[in-house]
């Protein structure tokens, strides 16, 4: 996956039986999806344009220019949405993309590494980093708050985080 591409979404199926898709979207303003332009599959080797018809529960319905029949629609479940960064807004200073936080490696406040960012979560309340342990397969849940994670330095891809007691595991984090 190249860096110059973002994922913005995913389609989820069919939605009826006129060809609509269900488009559920990953994006701050999650209208916005429809505004980046045509979106492409992960290989990009598909393009898509998207129309919003309405909201529906956990996402939108869809029509896409080149599907009709509901097969065609059940064909795309799974399909992720990929926008060039180029169209997304600039972020400020203290907001990220979370495809920029995966790989970031994690050093407490006195340089010990925790491990790396595996990925991001959002469960409604706030972001949480799951962070791949060193040398194990174990992952720690990190709230991603100004208090928890106080610097993000992606340049030289690395998060300094003071994380709350129990987060990491005693012989993990001094």
Sequence with gaps: MSDDRICVGSIGGAYGVQGEVRIKSFCAEPTAIADY??????????????????????????????????????ALKGVRL???????????????????LVGLTVLDTGGTELGKVHAVHN?????VLEIKLPGSSTTALLP???????????TSGRIIADPPEGVFPDDTAS
């Excluded at 469960?123 to 972001?127: C, F």
Aim: charged letters at 25%; aromatic letters at 8%; proline letters at 7%.
């Design 37 to 74: 332009g045509p979106l492409s599959s992960e290989d990009g080797k598909h393009v898509f344009s998207l129309t919003l018809l309405r909201p529906i529960k956990n996402g939108f319905s869809v029509r896409i220019d080149s599907v009709s029949t509901k097969e065609q629609a059940d």
């Design 144 to 154: 991603f708050t100004l208090d928890a994670v106080p610097t993000v330095d992606l």
């Design 82 to 100: 990929y926008v060039s960064r180029d169209a997304l807004p600039a972020l400020p200073d203290d907001e990220f993309y979370h495809t920029d």
């Design 123 to 127: 469960h409604g309340a706030s972001d």
